[in-house]
């Protein structure tokens, strides 16, 4: 199981919550390689889903994993208070690499593409 | 908030007053909170923009009536959900709002940094913007449109311009081959006419899309602008073999139109018809009544077809159905929209049918006619000879007066002229004409005043009077018959129009008892 586990609520119709998709895939790539699974889900296609873990408005990220669980609202996600929001920020301010805090639960663990639920 | 306290300009009079009892200075200070919490529920209650307030993890601690109804949801619904954590607080973000009914809505959200019963919150506030994304999007989609019709244009254009260009190059390479001018000579007649055309119908478009087209209304037979439209397209029609039928009523369809717009709507979707079907089809076109109110057009053929979620946008300006059949002529996909206007305008509505690309398709219009259905065809002006009236015809223009005296002189009328309303009035009192034909934009009094002067007296009862107005809207009609008068025209006048009115003017007296027989021709 990947250390973190987030699923992401987007609008696909609209453009600025592509960008989120984007930023966010390449915001995990650099910072938490290999140790995350990313699921995004359209709310166009699957409201039930948004329902379900009633998210009230997109883009909203949620942090499954770890606990406890996090949500963030709205699309502008500095990497800096993304890292500050899952407990990886550093005192100066860099983003560490993933793995000098968070160590993948399992040792054979391989990165993972972003899978779409759409 | 502090500030609604310090401010209240009561507060200092009223503490020195009860500075001496500590307890009417308690009171005092509980009435004083009391009025300033009331004043600040009342702003966030009917500020227009949603308040949340959240907790540091994104938790829901209050929401305003405006965010309620943003949310779908009420106050008691949303406190301790998890709205989440909003971006960066300063910036503006857009987000979308899921509701519980209904479509999402689109909002704007502001963060600040704020405390709640003393702890640390976040404030976001929500503009609902959906209207205006709304109205950006179809202002977008309008350039987009555009802008593929410009270059379909460019390219429209182009294709005639290089034939004619060719044609050029001939003529001065081979100035003696009589056969290759003539040839040439064809090709640019052809072409310039295309362009002619294309160019026609933009302007036309432009000017419908300002609103800026005005019906020249006159009574007419529908079967004629059909068979006359049909028969103009046979060219067209022969050229792409294909085989044409039609069921036109054989009973005039008799509807108060501009004749010329008819022809235009039947033309444009005719050669839709000829153009997107394949060489060789079978095109039909039918006209009939349909009841006692209007008169029903289809134009069908066995063509590419229509999609069904394009069956609407087809009307809309610049959208074209899929041309590959018809590559060499296509248009500029702003013949539909003229159907449309057109239309509209004669107060009728035009619908597509069609079961699906390459299946053909059939557009139907339906116009308003006259409500009751005539015997006959117009009468002829020699079915009038026996029945000479006395006209009298008030109006300031005097060619178009000598012309319209011409006219219904030559048919045995006697004609009295007036030129402006008070010598109208005058003249129609005096000579009380079996009918008096009276512009309403006359000098002096508008005719709307002769008729009204005139009606004022029962000894003008037998005089028929008719309206000649530039405004053919029901509002006009309406306004003519107001002011007194029996009937209204739309100018320029259609003298058989003219004609059926006198008709039946004449038809009518024997039994109309105020009429003085003096007057009689």
Same mark, same amino acid.
């Given at each position: 199981m990947p /250390?973190?586990?987030?699923?992401?609520?987007?609008?696909?119709?609209? *453009?600025a919550?592509?960008?989120?998709?984007?930023?966010?895939?390449?915001f995990?790539e650099?910072?938490l390689e290999?140790?995350y699974?990313l699921?995004?889900?359209?709310?166009?296609?699957e409201?039930?889903?948004?329902d379900r873990?009633?998210?009230l408005?997109?883009? /909203?990220l949620?942090?499954r994993?770890?606990?406890?669980?996090?949500?963030l609202v709205g699309?502008?996600?500095?990497?800096?208070q993304?890292?500050?929001?899952?407990?990886? *920020?550093?005192?100066?301010?860099s983003a560490p690499?993933?793995?000098?805090?968070?160590?993948?639960t399992?040792?054979?663990?391989?990165?993972?593409a972003?899978?779409?639920r759409? | 908030?502090?500030r609604?306290?310090?401010?209240s300009?009561?507060?200092?009079?009223?503490?020195e007053?009860?500075?001496?009892?500590?307890?009417k200075?308690?009171a005092?200070?509980q009435r004083e909170l009391?009025i300033?919490?009331?004043?600040?529920?009342a702003?966030?209650?009917?500020?227009?923009?949603?308040?949340?307030?959240?907790?540091?993890?994104?938790?829901?601690?209050?929401?305003?009536p405006?965010?309620?109804?943003l949310?779908g949801r009420?106050?008691?619904?949303?406190?301790?959900?998890?709205?989440?954590?909003p971006?960066?607080p300063?910036?503006t973000i857009e987000?979308e709002i899921?509701r519980?009914?209904g479509?999402?809505?689109?909002?704007?959200?502001?963060?600040?940094?704020?405390?709640?019963?003393?702890?640390?919150?976040h404030?976001?506030a929500?503009?609902?913007?959906?209207?205006?994304k709304?109205?950006?999007?179809?202002?977008?989609?309008?350039?987009?449109?555009?802008?593929?019709?410009?270059a379909?244009?460019?390219h429209?254009?182009?294709?005639p311009l290089?034939?004619?260009?060719?044609?050029?190059?001939?003529?001065?390479r081979?100035p003696n081959?009589?056969e290759?001018?003539?040839q040439?000579?064809?090709v640019i007649?052809?072409?310039?006419?295309?362009m002619?055309?294309?160019?026609?119908d933009?302007?036309?478009?432009?000017?419908?899309?300002k609103?800026?087209i005005d019906?020249?209304?006159?009574c007419?037979n529908?079967?004629?602008?059909?068979?006359?439209?049909v028969?103009a397209?046979?060219?067209l029609?022969?050229?792409h073999?294909?085989r044409l039928?039609k069921?036109?009523?054989?009973v005039p369809i008799?509807?108060?139109?501009d004749?010329?717009?008819l022809?235009q709507i039947?033309?444009?979707?005719?050669?839709?018809?000829?153009k997107?079907?394949?060489r060789g089809s079978?095109?039909?076109?039918?006209?009939?009544?349909?009841?006692?109110h209007?008169?029903?057009?289809r134009v069908?053929?066995?063509?590419v077809?229509?999609?069904?979620?394009?069956?609407?946008?087809?009307?809309e300006?610049?959208?074209?159905?899929?041309?590959?059949?018809?590559?060499?002529?296509v248009?500029l996909?702003?013949?539909?929209t003229?159907v449309k206007?057109l239309?509209?305008l004669?107060?009728g509505e035009?619908?597509?049918?069609?079961?699906?690309p390459?299946q053909?398709?059939?557009f139907?219009?339906?116009?308003?006619?006259e409500d009751?259905?005539?015997?006959e065809?117009?009468?002829?002006?020699?079915?009038?000879d026996?029945?000479a009236?006395?006209i009298?015809v008030?109006e300031?223009?005097?060619d178009?007066?000598?012309?319209?005296?011409s006219?219904?002189?030559l048919?045995g009328?006697?004609?009295?002229l007036a030129?402006?309303?008070?010598?109208?009035?005058?003249l129609?009192?005096?000579?009380r004409p079996d009918?008096?034909?009276?512009d309403?934009g006359?000098?002096?009094?508008?005719?709307?005043e002769?008729a009204?002067?005139?009606r004022?007296?029962r000894?003008?009862d037998?005089v028929y009077?008719?309206?000649?107005?530039?405004?053919?809207?029901?509002?006009?009609?309406?306004?003519a018959?107001?002011?007194g008068?029996?009937?209204?025209?739309?100018?320029p006048i259609?003298?058989?129009?003219?004609y059926r009115?006198?008709?039946?003017?004449?038809?009518?007296q024997?039994?109309?008892?105020s009429?003085p027989?003096?007057?009689e021709?």
């Amino acid at each position: 199981m990947p /250390t973190f586990e987030f699923l992401l609520f987007v609008s696909a119709k609209n *453009a600025a919550d592509q960008r989120v998709v984007e930023g966010l895939t390449s915001f995990c790539e650099r910072h938490l390689e290999g140790q995350y699974k990313l699921t995004v889900v359209d709310v166009q296609r699957e409201r039930g889903e948004a329902d379900r873990h009633r998210v009230l408005a997109t883009p /909203t990220l949620i942090k499954r994993h770890p606990l406890p669980e996090q949500r963030l609202v709205g699309g502008v996600w500095e990497p800096q208070q993304l890292l500050s929001s899952l407990g990886l *920020a550093t005192e100066s301010g860099s983003a560490p690499p993933a793995q000098s805090r968070e160590r993948p639960t399992s040792p054979g663990l391989r990165p993972q593409a972003p899978e779409r639920r759409e | 908030m502090d500030r609604l306290i310090n401010n209240s300009s009561d507060s200092q009079d009223a503490t020195e007053r009860v500075a001496a009892d500590p307890s009417k200075q308690i009171a005092q200070l509980q009435r004083e909170l009391e009025i300033s919490r009331a004043q600040f529920r009342a702003i966030i209650n009917k500020t227009v923009d949603g308040v949340i307030l959240l907790s540091p993890e994104g938790v829901i601690r209050f929401v305003n009536p405006a965010a309620e109804e943003l949310l779908g949801r009420s106050l008691d619904g949303l406190k301790g959900e998890v709205f989440g954590v909003p971006a960066v607080p300063g910036e503006t973000i857009e987000i979308e709002i899921l509701r519980p009914d209904g479509p999402p809505r689109i909002a704007e959200m502001r963060i600040v940094e704020t405390e709640w019963h003393g702890e640390p919150a976040h404030l976001a506030a929500l503009r609902d913007i959906t209207e205006h994304k709304r109205n950006e999007e179809e202002a977008q989609e309008a350039v987009r449109r555009r802008d593929r019709f410009l270059a379909m244009l460019s390219h429209e254009l182009r294709n005639p311009l290089a034939a004619v260009v060719s044609a050029a190059h001939l003529i001065r390479r081979c100035p003696n081959d009589r056969e290759l001018l003539d040839q040439a000579n064809e090709v640019i007649e052809r072409q310039c006419a295309q362009m002619a055309r294309l160019l026609d119908d933009l302007l036309e478009v432009s000017r419908m899309l300002k609103g800026k087209i005005d019906l020249r209304r006159e009574c007419l037979n529908l079967v004629n602008v059909v068979e006359e439209a049909v028969a103009a397209m046979i060219p067209l029609v022969e050229q792409h073999q294909h085989r044409l039928t039609k069921d036109v009523s054989r009973v005039p369809i008799l509807l108060e139109a501009d004749p010329a717009r008819l022809h235009q709507i039947l033309v444009n979707l005719l050669t839709n018809a000829i153009k997107y079907s394949p060489r060789g089809s079978d095109l039909h076109v039918s006209l009939s009544r349909d009841g006692d109110h209007s008169a029903v057009i289809r134009v069908r053929d066995s063509g590419v077809g229509v999609a069904a979620e394009s069956l609407e946008s087809i009307f809309e300006p610049f959208v074209q159905l899929d041309h590959t059949l018809a590559r060499s002529d296509v248009g500029l996909g702003i013949g539909l929209t003229l159907v449309k206007q057109l239309v509209e305008l004669h107060q009728g509505e035009v619908t597509a049918y069609s079961d699906g690309p390459n299946q053909g398709s059939e557009f139907v219009v339906r116009l308003p006619i006259e409500d009751e259905a005539p015997d006959e065809a117009l009468p002829t002006e020699r079915e009038l000879d026996k029945s000479a009236l006395r006209i009298a015809v008030v109006e300031d223009n005097s060619d178009s007066s000598s012309m319209l005296r011409s006219l219904l002189e030559l048919d045995g009328h006697t004609v009295l002229l007036a030129e402006d309303g008070q010598a109208g009035y005058e003249l129609i009192e005096l000579q009380r004409p079996d009918v008096a034909l009276i512009d309403v934009g006359l000098p002096k009094l508008d005719g709307y005043e002769v008729a009204r002067q005139l009606r004022a007296s029962r000894a003008n009862d037998g005089v028929y009077l008719v309206a000649l107005t530039g405004y053919g809207q029901p509002q006009d009609r309406r306004q003519a018959l107001h002011a007194g008068f029996d009937a209204h025209l739309v100018k320029p006048i259609s003298i058989n129009l003219l004609y059926r009115l006198l008709t039946e003017r004449h038809a009518s007296q024997p039994d109309d008892e105020s009429v003085p027989a003096e007057d009689e021709a």
